[in-house]
């Protein structure tokens, strides 16, 4: 098994809304607001090449929608998704599954691409995987998430036939419940951030790396409070994280961060201020 860094590229969101009730003179010291209140992220998948599978998590937020939206978020940096993957030798039409955390923006704009006036996959040799629970939430959007969820990001996975379900497990996130899905890979569900999002853990080279899409999108998430003011059930996603943090302090996993804009890992060490980050480096140095 091989594992990559693909670097998506950069946008911006406000500050107070990754940060949620934690005053702006705290946060503003782990990432810097420019003079809109808004801070940079990355948008940062990751490859794993085992077998003959190549497997994409996330694809970051895509080309395919208007400059006004994109507007919104202030892309900035050179990276994008095809410069990536040629780093490595890789191309669009190696990908064999595209697995999908959750169904925001950000983290599947790039699966689906406009070809003239159509929107299909941008990955044609692809399997896209979700879960039903987390489909039928982003299809069916509440008002919090609704600006998240887009149609045109989501309906033409299901209707290309390239759509494939991971069975989700009956226990709660808190309860640390994780499903297989290949070899060396299993799943972690958390259900704060939204329903159902799924957390890739991968065995390689005798350490469990987590991916941790938007439970913890930086290592500054990683204090209990610290939790996204996008979050549908900010209480979950604080128990979520105390069990996890516990667990992953134990068996010294590495975090792996889709949205730090610079640390891609890290792992953890006891503090008397709790759990805390305590050595950054790049998932290549592994």
Known sequence: ????????????????????????????????????????????????????????????????????????????GDDDLDKSLAQYGFHRGDITDVFLTHLHFDHCGGAIKREGDKLVPAFKNAVYWSNEAHWEWAIHPNPREKASFLKENIL????????????????????????????????????????????????????????????????????????????TRPLMTMTEKEAFLQEALEKEYVL????DPQQECCTLKETERGIRPDRFFKLSEL
């Open 156 to 231: 033409p996975i299901q209707e290309s036939g390239q759509l494939r379900w991971i069975a989700a497990r009956e226990e709660k996130a808190s309860e640390l419940a994780t499903a297989p899905f290949l070899d060396q890979l299993d799943i972690r569900f958390a259900n704060g951030h939204t329903e159902a999002m799924m957390l890739p853990q991968v065995n390689y080279k005798g350490k469990t790396i987590v991916f941790m899409a938007d439970l913890l999108p930086s290592p500054g998430h990683i204090p209990l409070p610290y939790v996204m003011a996008y979050d």
């Open 1 to 76: 098994m091989n594992l990559y860094t693909i670097n998506c590229g950069h946008f911006k969101l406000d500050g107070g809304a990754m940060f949620g009730v934690v005053p702006k003179s705290i946060w503003s010291g782990l990432n810097p607001a420019d003079e809109n209140n808004m801070c940079s992220w990355a948008t940062r998948s990751l490859l794993i090449e085992t077998g003959e599978r190549l497997i994409l998590v996330d694809c970051g937020m895509g080309d395919k929608q208007s400059e006004k939206f994109f507007g919104y978020y202030y892309l900035h």
């Open 256 to 259: 792996f961060f889709e949205h």
